[in-house]
DNA sequence: CGGCATCCAGGGCGATACTG
DNA sequence: CAGTATCGCCCTGGATGCCG
């Protein structure tokens, strides 16, 4: 009756979007949405927070994905640039939806946390 | 010039999605979105390989979130019902296109990745 | 039945140092 | 500049056992 939710199917998604959703990935998509190829560094800059090491794992994912596109122009000192592959550019497009409701249900979203923090904070101090 | 770019609007989003991308998050989500409510032990069996204590503990935060509605029917034994909020909906609504795509796109990117391993492997053995 | 507490292994991630 | 390599911490998440 639910062919679509079988979890065998549901299961590539989820892995999926596990990567695609975790820590640092969005932010990295959403800085080279922004249109222009950008550099490491700038990069590395652009996200403030990130290690080296993350920068270059997400990086490394996101392009082994398709997702990003990696060009090396070898010279001295090199230059690297990353750019959203076309592939990239319809994943955001696709993410737009989650990204407008979630700036709309942010607050909205922190006022449950709170609510559902003291309620089970009360509940203790009760006992 | 990029105003919705900055770090610091894209941080509380990366939060909100690295918890609703998470490993089983979407499964449950999937779940609940057929529409009735459904009791735990369901949904436990409903996703598999999902062990008790991370089926609880992403309930509790969908149920944080405001995501989800917990309902205890105090009978002997208890019955305990997780339905989607209307939050939820609109959650699962604007994670449609997101799904779509995902759905459209897995093969070629699971090509894409086996391309890049093979690429790299060739690299190592060309060494 | 539903779910919390505890324990433990593995992996994610950061900090640091080193290379082409 | 753009990485790779190594180490070590911590947190996630699985297994098990106990409670209402």
């Known amino acids: 009756m639910h062919p679509d939710h079988l979890p065998e199917d549901c299961r590539p998604i989820s892995n999926l979007l596990s990567r695609i959703g975790d820590k640092w990935t969005i932010l990295v998509l959403r800085v080279l949405a922004e249109?222009?190829?950008i550099r490491f560094k700038e990069l590395h800059r652009a996200i403030?927070?990130?290690s080296?090491?993350?920068l270059t794992v997400t990086l490394?994912?996101?392009e082994r994905d398709g997702l990003v596109i990696r060009t090396?122009?070898?010279t001295i000192p090199p230059r690297v640039e990353y750019a959203l592959s076309e592939r990239g550019v319809g994943l955001q497009q696709a993410?737009?939806?989650l990204f407008m409701?979630?700036?709309e249900n942010a607050k909205d979203i922190y006022r449950s946390q709170?609510?559902?923090d003291l309620a089970k904070q009360d509940a203790v101090t009760r006992r």
């Open 48 to 50: 403030g927070g990130i």
């Open 35 to 37: 249109g222009e190829p």
């Open 114 to 116: 709170i609510a559902f």
């Open 101 to 103: 409701w979630t700036k």
């Open 72 to 74: 090396v122009y070898p």
């Open 95 to 97: 993410m737009l939806p």
């Open 52 to 54: 080296q090491r993350m």
């Open 60 to 62: 490394r994912n996101l």
